[in-house]
T-cell receptor
């Protein structure tokens, strides 16, 4: 089974520039997450999609960050304009439809995109 | 107060030692408690999860959850150099985003 794919793996930009990240989740996974992981911190949710609808974007800095999930499959995350504090690894994760009961919907993570803002 | 607290370490142990990793949390609504392992420049991968309180064992790994104390632990027996990684505790409810600790950096020396 192919895992979660992300590109690019690395990106270096200057502040005030814009950047976009792409994620292709595992086939059949309805839920997609974007997390931000700053060096030395755990991942923090930016946005959660269920199919192509937004479930939670309460921690997304909407003045500069945007995300979409076209046709409920691939997703893109954009930052415009970037700030120095946006330097982080951006992780995409996906999970299958909920099985019910006490079983856990495992979130499968991609390798991440490491963004450096100079 | 952060929802999930985890000592970032680093923790260095000799090969074969027993490792104990811990997290505390504040939200009593959490039902699932996970441990993820993250190697350098890789995404987190799920080691094991526990639903509600109790213990769970998988090979050399044992996870414990004490909901009354809001405290979770991961024990690694007979630690190996290949266990060297960052261990992230995470918790939440199925179908929702995870709440992660900062991660503990573990180094197992031969």
């Amino acid at each position: 089974e192919a895992g979660v794919a992300q590109s690019p793996r690395y990106k270096i930009i200057e502040k005030r520039q814009s950047v976009a990240f792409w994620c292709n989740p595992i086939s059949g996974h309805a839920t997609l997450y974007w997390y931000q992981q700053i060096l030395g911190q755990g991942p923090k949710l930016l946005i959660q999609f269920q199919n192509n609808g937004v479930v939670d974007d309460s921690q997304l800095p909407k003045d500069r960050f945007s995300a979409e999930r076209l046709k409920g499959v691939d997703s893109t995350l954009k930052i415009q304009p970037a700030k120095l504090e946006d330097s982080a690894v951006y992780l995409c994760a996906s999970s299958p439809p909920r099985a019910g009961g006490s079983s856990y919907n495992e979130q499968f993570f991609g390798p991440g995109t490491r963004l450096t803002v100079l | 107060q952060k929802e999930v607290e985890q000592d970032p370490g680093p923790l260095s142990v000799p090969e074969g030692a027993i490792v104990s990793l811990n997290c505390t949390y504040s939200n009593s609504a959490f039902q699932y408690f996970m441990w993820y392992r993250q190697y350098s420049r890789k995404g987190p991968e799920l080691l094991m999860y526990t639903y509600s309180s109790g213990n769970k064992e998988d090979g050399r790994f044992t996870a414990q959850v004490d909901k009354s104390s809001k405290y979770i632990s991961l024990f690694i027996r007979d630690s190996q150099p290949s266990d060297s990684a960052t261990y992230l505790c995470a918790m939440g409810n199925s179908g929702y985003a995870l709440n992660f600790g900062k991660g503990t950096s573990l180094l197992v020396t031969p």
